[in-house]
Nanobody, 122 residues
Framework: QVQLVESGGGLVQPGGSLRLSCEASGSIFSIETMGWYRQAPGDQRELVASISEGGIVNYADSVKGRFTISRDNAKITVYLQMNSLKPEDTGVYYC????????????????WGQGTQVTVSS
């Protein structure tokens, strides 16, 4: 079993910053890509940012220049530093692992964290 546990959400004023963390635990040999998604009320879940095991990053256009994704492979943790937050960044943020190895020859797919609420409001 693999678990993803997020932390770091909260209420922040426009222009403020938050840092989200997601720690993976369980039967993990390695993780390829880790990502952050968000879902606002009434909207579909959307990709915010992702990072490969080698550090290649990808961002949604709406967060480029404001958000930074990083990971610590030793701690099996991915971070999302969010700066210059806007009200439209409000939503539930979910950590995702699309594909991981449980052993050198074992592969498992599609894990999600429980979500953490981010609210940007004055």
């Amino acid at each position: 079993q693999v678990q993803l546990v997020e932390s770091g959400g909260g209420l922040v004023q426009p222009g403020g910053s938050l840092r989200l963390s997601c720690e993976a635990s369980g039967s993990i040999f390695s993780i390829e890509t880790m990502g952050w998604y968000r879902q606002a009320p009434g909207d579909q879940r959307e990709l915010v940012a992702s990072i490969s095991e080698g550090g290649i990053v990808n961002y949604a256009d709406s967060v480029k220049g404001r958000f930074t994704i990083s990971r610590d492979n030793a701690k099996i943790t991915v971070y999302l530093q969010m700066n210059s937050l806007k009200p439209e960044d409000t939503g539930v943020y979910y950590c995702n692992v699309e594909r991981l190895r449980t052993s050198p020859h074992g592969v498992s797919y599609n894990y999600w964290g429980q979500g953490t609420q981010v609210t940007v409001s004055s």
